[in-house]
């Protein structure tokens, strides 16, 4: 079983950054991949970001793309999430999420075993 636990979000205008980090304890850190995924209100729960368990395979929704750069450090058992370039559309809780093996899964929530209670980003114009 795998805890997970975010933090980073706040207020921040647009053009802005931000760095979320989701610290993870229970399981090897290093034997599961790791994503970030986004809930906006009344919105369904979406893929952001997802990393596998060395780093070696990203991948980001298209929106992100060029603004967010997801990264991880097993030595500490954490992954982050450096946000720039933030836009309005970007407001969301913002989820850490741990895969079940180490390559990356289905970008689905489905895929993913275990979350954060979420931290909110919220970006004003």
């Known amino acids: 079983q795998v805890q997970l636990v975010d933090s980073g979000g706040g207020l921040v205008q647009a053009g802005g950054s931000l760095r979320l980090s989701c610290a993870a304890s229970g399981r090897t850190f290093s034997s599961y991949a790791m994503g970030w995924f986004r809930q906006a209100p009344g919105k369904e729960r979406e893929f952001v970001a997802h990393?596998?368990?060395?780093?070696?395979?990203?991948y980001y929704t298209d929106s992100v793309k060029g603004r967010f750069t997801i990264s991880r450090d097993n030595a500490r058992n954490t992954v982050y999430l450096q946000m720039n370039s933030l836009k309005p559309e970007d407001t969301a809780v913002y989820y850490c999420?741990?895969?079940?093996?180490?390559?990356?899964?289905?970008?689905?929530?489905?895929?993913?075993?275990?979350w954060g209670q979420g931290t909110q980003v919220t970006v004003s114009s």
């Open positions: 999420a741990a895969g079940r093996y180490r390559v990356i899964p289905t970008p689905s929530p489905s895929h993913y075993a275990s």
């Open positions: 990393i596998d368990w060395s780093g070696g395979s990203i």
